[in-house]
């Protein structure tokens, strides 16, 4: 007789999955169950290059449910995994290009944030401020 695994709830997510027989991530905040789950969409992703187009959404996504806390590289990685996710959702930018959106939002925050028009501006600041401050700079 095989015992039957207890359901535990996502503390990121909060979805209620049996407990799977491997370690959850290493610093994002889930429970195993749902890692697995996780690992699994992306092994089908990744076997279906249709399925690939939509491949970064499906990660800011995940990340973005699943946070590590206050330290300041969990709050920036969060940070740029929302800024994807709004570009996706709220400017129709294609989520085939979030790799490189990734890439530039590392390297070059201000230059994307500069782009967007005189209304978003104010989210602009408030995400250029959140990103200066959780990386301290000045
Ligand atoms: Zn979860």
């Not at 979805?15 to 959850?24: E, F, K, N, R, T």
């Not at 790799?99 to 209304?119: A, E």
């Given at each position: 007789?095989?015992a ?23 610093y ?19 076997s ?7 491949h ?27 800024m ?8 129709d930018v ?45």
């Amino acid at each position: 007789m095989v015992a039957e695994k207890v359901a535990e709830q996502c503390p990121g997510c909060g979805v209620s999955l049996p407990a799977a027989d491997q370690p959850p991530h290493p610093y994002m905040t889930c429970s195993t169950g749902c890692w697995a789950r996780y690992g699994e969409l992306l092994a089908v992703q990744y076997s279906d290059p249709q399925r690939m187009t939509f491949h970064q959404l499906v990660v800011d996504t995940y990340a973005a449910q699943h946070p590590d806390g206050a330290e300041p590289r969990a709050v920036q990685s969060v940070a740029i995994h929302l800024m994807t996710l709004y570009l996706f959702v709220e400017r129709d930018v294609n989520p085939a290009l979030g790799t490189r959106l990734h890439r530039r939002m590392v390297w070059g925050v201000s230059r994307i944030l500069d782009r967007f028009s005189v209304v978003d501006q104010a989210a602009a600041a408030a995400v250029r401020y959140s990103l200066r401050a959780s990386c301290g700079v000045r």
